[in-house]
């Protein structure tokens, strides 16, 4: 493990792997790397052609977390792994990870180019809308303890998840990882803002990116992910849109590896 040191002194906790131009992979909500096997099984994929960074978010895993939370210092963790990585890197963004890095990329940072799979975009009356009190109910949950429920709002509300499911979910080991994690859902709420409103994406908020952009989604996915990646492709300059088929939002690092490699070496 290395650690790096971000703007306002939180230590940023990072593995590296292989030879080659610098690749970050950015998280979704939970995901860290004792947490997400995805991850590490793509990083192994592409080590052969990038050096693969693949991180804990702040709040995460072994990283720090140093008060008061702001989508701004998620963005300077960025930039120190960036730092880190040699002064510029590819982005991988995962779900709310890709927003992330997309913020990334419209703040200025040295982004060659980005990679975004599912952005968790509500554009339309495809599904419901999130609650517009959803960041305060989610946060204030994990900060009253309730951290189980703040999880299970998260699956119902942000991911749709039927109510009958989350019985049998709480008995799998990974729940109680998720757990220890509940306070960072507020923070995605953060990163997402208004685009699960189901109302069209805000025209101007990533105008200022110039690095290439692949906005990609799984063809077995809801449909919403294709209206939302269908969305972000229209606001976007320099961007390429795919669909791997036969894929869901849990989409095969095997699948994936590939495409990712092509459109990066473009």
């Known amino acids: 493990m290395d650690v790096a040191i971000s703007r306002d002194g939180t230590r940023i906790a ?22 997400n096997p995805h991850g590490a099984a793509l990083a192994g994929l592409l080590q052969d052609a990038f050096t693969v960074y693949t991180y804990d ?9 140093t008060a008061p939370y702001a989508v701004e210092r998620e963005i300077e963790d960025l930039e120190a792994l960036i730092r880190d990585a040699g002064g510029r890197a590819h982005l991988f963004g995962m779900s709310s990870g890709a927003v992330l890095a997309l913020d990334a ?3 200025g940072l040295a982004v060659e180019a980005l990679a975004l799979y599912e952005p968790p975009f509500i554009v339309d009356g495809s ?43 709480r008995e799998d080991p990974s ?3 998720m757990e220890k994690v509940a306070h960072t ?6 990163v997402i803002g208004g685009t699960m409103s189901g109302v069209p994406l805000p025209p101007h908020r990533w105008a200022s990116v110039t690095a290439p952009v692949l906005v990609a989604d799984g063809g077995k996915s809801e449909h919403t992910f294709a209206d939302g990646a269908d969305a972000l492709a229209a606001v976007l300059r320099d961007v ?10 849990d989409v095969d690092p095997e ?6 490699r092509d459109f990066f070496a473009h």
């Open 14 to 35: 990072y593995d590296r792997r292989g030879s080659g131009p610098a690749l970050i992979l950015v998280d979704g909500a939970l995901g860290h790397r004792a947490f």
């Open 57 to 65: 978010r702040r709040g995460r895993g072994d990283s720090g977390d």
């Open 105 to 107: 990329a419209a703040h």
């Open 127 to 169: 599904r419901p809308p999130l609650p517009p009190d959803y960041a305060v109910r989610v946060g204030a949950l994990a900060a009253e303890g309730r951290r189980a429920e703040a999880v299970e709002y998260f699956m119902t509300a942000a991911l749709g998840l039927p109510a009958e499911l989350l019985g049998g979910m």
């Open 175 to 177: 729940f109680a990882r």
């Open 185 to 190: 859902l507020a923070y995605d709420a953060a």
């Open 240 to 249: 390429r849109r795919a669909t791997l088929d036969g894929q869901t939002h």
């Open 255 to 260: 699948v994936l590896a590939p495409v990712l």
